[in-house]
């Protein structure tokens, strides 16, 4: 069965550090991968995306994640967090062989400390 | 234009109630999709519309009815829902469904769908 995996719940880190949230995915070929990010009350919004080539990937607000073939992870990072980075995000993976469907991650609440 | 609209914001109906959802785009994507999303859960697929065909039913209750009038419009009809049936729902749409999933999906910021 394909799934996609987010091991944290929550994820706590203080203003100005680096954060990561991670993801790792069970999906059979080369799926494209995702990050969304939504905000209270609001859709999800796009912030990256891996498709193919260089495995570091950057994408809006400062985000980055990093495609990892070996361990099929796709970690998404920010070099120095902000209060305004703290919300719900979630991985998604869509497969070549049915690509109408996505298949996202239970979701990880970020959360950024003063 | 780079947004996905929807209506109404919030919409409280009871178990006997019919009702439409409605989602809007004019981004010339030619895929649009309808999700239900609970309370700190990912979004669940319903329906997925590819060229104003219905593609993917996933498997919902015929109590929730879609329909694509053209390529920016697309509804869902309510009748008959149950109290499970309260929750967000979002509506969303990608560039090229011959992409083969490579685009992105804009969402737009959902209906807050209660049922009594």
């Known amino acids: 069965a394909q799934s996609v995996a987010q091991p944290e719940d929550q994820v706590n880190v203080a203003e100005g550090n680096p954060l990561t949230v991670k993801c790792t995915y069970s999906v059979s070929g080369n799926p494209y991968l995702f990050w969304y990010v939504q905000y209270p009350n609001r859709g999800l919004q796009f912030l990256l995306k891996?498709?193919?080539?260089?495995?570091l990937v950057k994408g809006s607000y400062g985000f980055e994640a990093e495609f990892n073939k070996s361990q099929t992870s796709f970690h998404l990072k920010k070099p120095s967090a902000l209060v305004s980075d703290s919300a719900l995000y979630f991985c998604a993976v869509v497969s070549r062989s049915s690509a109408s469907k996505i298949i996202f991650g239970s979701g990880t609440r970020l959360s950024i400390r003063p | 234009d780079t947004e996905v609209t929807q209506t109404p914001k919030h919409l409280v109906m009871g178990m006997t109630n019919k009702k439409s959802l409605k989602c809007e785009q004019h981004?010339?994507?030619?895929?649009m999709y309808w999700y239900k999303q609970k309370a700190k859960k990912p979004p669940e697929l319903m329906f997925v519309y590819s060229y104003e065909k219905l593609s993917i039913n996933e498997s919902v209750p015929s109590r929730f009815s879609p329909e694509c009038p053209n390529s920016s419009l697309l509804n869902l009809h309510l009748h008959a829902l149950q109290p499970e049936d309260s929750a967000l729902y979002l509506c969303a749409s990608s560039q090229d469904p011959a992409s083969g999933g490579a685009s992105e999906q804009f969402f737009g910021p959902g209906t807050r769908l209660t049922v009594l």
């Open positions: 891996y498709i193919t080539g260089d495995n």
């Open positions: 981004m010339g994507h030619r895929a």
